[in-house]
């Protein structure tokens, strides 16, 4: 079968932009999720291989990406770790970056290697250790962001909802230290070459407290391996979690994962975040009973 054109995948504006920045081009794989309107698209120009990324107007994720490969990828790049950034346009929200060699290591021997896990350790901390701002309202200005999140559809059972809006409405926070962040940090973000790391997918960058991006891992490859936990903290040369503020770090990445993901009907990606609440209450609330995933229709709280 036909590998299929450029304007097969793409809107013409964005394949014409292309052709424009590389001349001729191959379409090799398509590689998006299709969860949303992001296109993903490893292509060809003469010898050189690329990844196109493009969205929609309403997707803020390649302006994310855009800003991140322009201004706070750099370390990453200079070890080798992260794709150059060959075009971008804001106006079509389209990014051109060198292609990565390599295979996502989510569901590979990979994402439970503790060597990669220290690598993934050490590349985190070149990113986060450019900068720092220290934000007095950060942590209440979220707060309010994920009480309104409640409002939205999800399955999060009521009861649950009540115990989560209470510990937001009653958490006092304190003034937050941001550093540039990913905001995915995870084996699905994580390609493997010959046992080498590289990152991708830049476009949940944003500043934010250093230990958000310990999120993902600390509720899925960290569970009952806390050796891959221990190469990740070696490589990273410490850890930024403090107990209280991670609680509630843990609580809000588990509602914007159960609400976004029941919104674009990721149901593996949904069964996650109630995961993660669960866990979170349990660990919060003296080891309470942890909820499943709830059948039936969606609810607010």
Not at 120 to 141: I, N, T, V
Not at 176 to 200: E, F, M, S, Y
């Amino acid at each position: 079968m036909a590998a299929p054109a450029l304007e097969d995948l793409l809107p013409s504006a964005h394949a014409q932009q292309i052709r424009q920045w590389l001349g001729p081009v191959d379409v090799v794989a398509d590689m998006s999720w299709n969860l949303t309107d992001t296109k993903v698209l490893h292509l060809r120009a003469g010898t050189r291989h690329v990844v196109a990324k493009t969205g929609g107007e309403a997707n803020h994720h390649l302006d994310r990406e855009i800003l991140a490969h322009r201004s706070y990828t750099g370390p990453l790049k200079n070890a080798g770790l992260a794709a150059q950034l060959l075009h971008a346009s804001h106006s079509l929200r389209l990014a051109i970056m060198d292609y990565q060699p390599g295979e996502l290591s989510a569901g590979t021997a990979w994402e439970f290697d503790s060597e990669v896990h220290q690598q993934a350790g050490s590349a985190l901390k070149l990113l986060h250790a450019q900068e720092q701002q220290l934000d007095h309202g950060y942590e209440a200005r979220l707060t309010r962001k994920f009480l309104l999140l409640l409002d939205r559809k999800h399955r999060i059972e009521p009861a649950l909802c009540e115990r989560i809006e209470n510990i937001l409405k009653n958490y006092d926070p304190k003034p937050a230290i941001l550093v540039p962040t990913h905001g995915d940090w995870q084996p699905r973000n994580w390609l493997v070459d010959r046992g080498k790391l590289r990152i991708i997918d830049f476009g949940r960058f944003e500043f934010r407290p250093a230990a958000s991006d310990f999120a993902r891992l600390a509720v899925q490859q960290w569970k009952g391996r806390a050796d891959l936990e221990a190469a990740f903290l070696r490589g990273y040369g410490g850890d930024p979690r403090e107990e209280k503020a991670w609680g509630i770090m843990e609580l809000r990445e588990g509602i914007g994962t159960a609400v976004w993901a029941h919104e674009v009907g990721d149901e593996v990606f949904e069964a996650q975040g109630h995961q993660m609440l669960a866990d979170t209450l349990a660990r919060m609330e003296n080891g309470q009973s942890r909820s499943q995933l709830p059948e039936g229709s969606e609810r607010h709280c």
